[in-house]
């Protein structure tokens, strides 16, 4: 079955950066997207990019770009997103999730459980 | 950015109630919406995509309609398990943007 499986909960201070990682499993790895969004304490969902692991090509949100890095190792169906520069503001539960490459629209149909990252002193 | 502005922010209903809560984009989206299902703790669930397409072993009580820039989704008789979260997504261009998300309680 279709799984994507993240790492576990990080805390961090303010200015350190943070990598978690998405193992996929149960299906063609490099047919699909990988997309992170998070979310953060009482808030709504956030788009932070996408990776395609087929060429590693990625695309950000403009609002991360400065800061975030997606990277993928086929060899182990893993994607990785590293935030750096963390503030308190990124203290959030970021999420992986797929979509089919070639599919009508972004929509993600598989998601990971979710990673707590906190950001404090 | 497209913005999506989504209502209620919560509601609360009866076992079997009809409900309907409404996502408007800022601009045209053709039919690129998309509703997800968040429950504390678990990883998110797809309903919709494409604006009225049900996603495979969804029920059917779940339904979404509209194009353009307004969007209406429907829980047609709410059951307990649909205590939830729900966010509309748009998936017309980049970057990918949600509503702010409905809390529907019992």
């Known amino acids: 079955q279709v799984q994507l499986v993240q790492s576990g909960a990080e805390v961090k201070k303010p200015g350190a950066s943070v990598k978690v990682s998405c193992k996929a499993s149960?299906?063609?790895?490099?047919?699909?997207?990988i997309q992170w969004v998070r979310q953060a304490p009482g808030q709504g969902l956030e788009w932070l990019g996408l990776?395609?692991?087929?060429?590693?090509?990625?695309r950000y949100a403009q609002k991360f770009q400065d800061r975030v890095a997606m990277t993928r190792d086929t060899s182990t169906s893993t994607v990785y997103m590293e935030l750096s520069s963390l503030r308190s503001e990124d203290t959030a539960v970021y999420f992986c999730?797929?979509?089919?490459?070639?599919?009508?629209?972004?929509?993600?149909?598989?998601w990971g459980q979710g990673t707590l990252v906190t950001v404090s002193s | 950015d497209i913005q999506m502005t989504q209502s209620p922010s919560s509601l609360s209903a009866s076992v079997g109630d009809r409900v309907t809560i409404t996502c408007q984009a800022n601009q045209d989206i053709g039919n690129s919406l998309n509703w997800y299902q968040l429950k504390s703790g678990k990883a998110p669930k797809l309903l919709i995509y494409g604006e009225s397409n049900l996603e495979t072993g969804v029920p059917s009580r779940f339904s979404g309609s509209g194009s353009g820039r307004d969007f209406t989704f429907i829980i047609s008789s709410l059951q307990p398990e649909d205590v939830a979260a729900y966010y509309c997504q748009q998936s017309y261009n980049f970057p990918l943007t949600f509503g702010g998300g409905t809390k529907v309680e019992i």
């Open positions: 999730a797929r979509n089919l490459i070639g599919a009508l629209g972004h929509f993600f149909d598989y």
């Open positions: 149960g299906y063609a790895f490099p047919n699909y997207y």
């Open positions: 990776i395609n692991p087929s060429g590693g090509n990625t």
